[in-house]
């Protein structure tokens, strides 16, 4: 079983919708978790982090249900400039700089 | 500012030789990642430093990949007897503290391709 697992997509939705990604993690001593977002053949970047609390930043609301060791990610108002892998991560803890990806959920938002 | 670099973005390289791939972090970042993503995955962890020295080599593959930092900076990931199963992009991050600062930021990876 993979430490952390998405749904590769694609999210095929058109602008405006709102979509919303799932990540499951295995590891139940998972300390922190993120979101970054991946544009083809670029690095990826730090989207958001995840807090316990859930997180809102402009259309983008992160989730973290830690009991049930799921995250989630959601998009209002699609814009197309949204189009993306997004992937979902995790660390281990505060020893480690080792951060856990998923393999990537794609977005594609059409006109 | 500037980023984190890599060079070179893209190497080929024939079966059994050996390679280099040279990451430069963002100035004053204590923290270098080394990842490796293949088409279609997430990245995956390969080595972390903390200065000089590697305070986490857990990711890497077998004893034909090494990585140094010997002055706290650029570091080098060193890849012997390369295989095609090598072939992916290679990645680094730096971070400014290491594990309690939670961004990683990424260069641009090294597209390593083994004929």
């Known amino acids: 079983r993979k430490e952390v697992e998405q749904d590769p997509g694609p999210f095929n939705v058109p602008e405006g919708a709102t979509v919303a990604f799932n990540c499951t993690y295995s590891?139940?001593?998972?300390?922190?978790f993120f979101w970054y977002r991946q544009d083809c053949r670029k690095e990826p970047k730090l989207l958001m982090s995840?807090?316990?609390s859930g997180n809102e930043d402009g259309r983008f609301t992160a989730q973290l249900n830690r009991a049930s060791q799921y995250i989630s990610l959601l998009i209002r108002d699609s814009k197309l400039s949204d189009s993306a892998t997004y992937l979902c991560?995790?660390?281990?803890?505060?020893?480690?700089?080792?951060?856990?990806f998923g393999q990537g959920t794609t977005l594609q938002v059409k006109p | 500012g500037a980023g984190v670099s890599q060079t070179p973005s893209n190497k080929v390289t024939e079966k059994g030789k050996y390679v280099e791939l040279r990451c430069d972090p963002i100035?004053?970042?204590?923290?270098l990642y080394w990842y490796r993503q293949s088409l279609g995955q997430g990245p995956e962890f390969l080595i972390y430093?903390?200065?000089?020295?590697?305070?986490?080599d857990s990711g890497l593959p077998n004893d034909r990949f090494f990585a140094v930092r010997p002055e706290g900076s650029v570091s080098t990931l060193k890849i012997q007897r390369t295989e095609r199963g090598d072939s992916a992009v290679y990645l680094c991050?730096?971070?400014?503290?290491?594990?309690?600062?939670?961004?990683?930021?990424f260069g641009p990876g090294t597209r390593l391709t083994v004929t």
């Open positions: 991050a730096s971070s400014l503290y290491g594990p309690s600062s939670n961004e990683q930021y």
């Open positions: 590891n139940s001593a998972s300390q922190s």
């Open positions: 995840v807090y316990s």
């Open positions: 991560v995790v660390n281990m803890g505060s020893n480690t700089g080792k951060l856990i």
């Open positions: 100035s004053g970042h204590t923290a």
């Open positions: 430093f903390q200065g000089t020295g590697a305070a986490d």
